[in-house]
């Protein structure tokens, strides 16, 4: 390979097997790891990887995806503080703009009037 080019993702991946292979061969040598089989069982399914116009692997999983794989607790902490945090935000932001002065003067509000549409009402005859 030629300084500069960058190896295929089809390389890539099979340098990252092979990788990945010697690392797992070192972990079962190692007597504390190969006392316990459990160790390396997998009780969820591993996500899918795609490649896509020669870019390196991404997770093919969705937010939505994502979100409903968090245990159930999870999911009612993550809406409560997302909850909280949309309540809590009017409040924080208007205090917060007083304190740097980011109320509206007499005279923004004098403009504001002046390019608001108007609505007139128009009475039906009947």
């Known amino acids: 390979m030629q300084e500069g080019e960058h190896p295929s993702s089809r390389q890539a991946h099979r340098q990252a097997q ?14 504390d ?5 459990q160790f390396f069982k997998r009780d969820y399914p591993s996500p899918k990887l795609t490649c896509i116009g020669g870019q ?14 968090l245990a159930p607790r999870t999911r009612i ?8 945090w949309g309540l809590a935000g009017p409040y924080v932001s ?22 608001k549409p108007k609505i007139q009402v128009i009475e039906r005859s009947t």
């Open 94 to 115: 208007d205090k917060i703009g007083d304190m740097f002065g980011f109320r509206p003067t007499e005279a923004d509000k004098e403009a504001l009037e002046r390019i």
């Open 18 to 31: 092979r990788r990945g292979s010697e690392l797992m061969r070192g972990l079962q040598q190692r007597s």
């Open 77 to 84: 902490f993550l809406g409560t503080g997302l909850v909280c």
């Open 33 to 37: 790891l190969s006392a316990s089989p």
């Open 56 to 69: 390196p692997p991404r997770l093919s999983m969705s937010l939505w995806q994502a979100y409903r794989n």
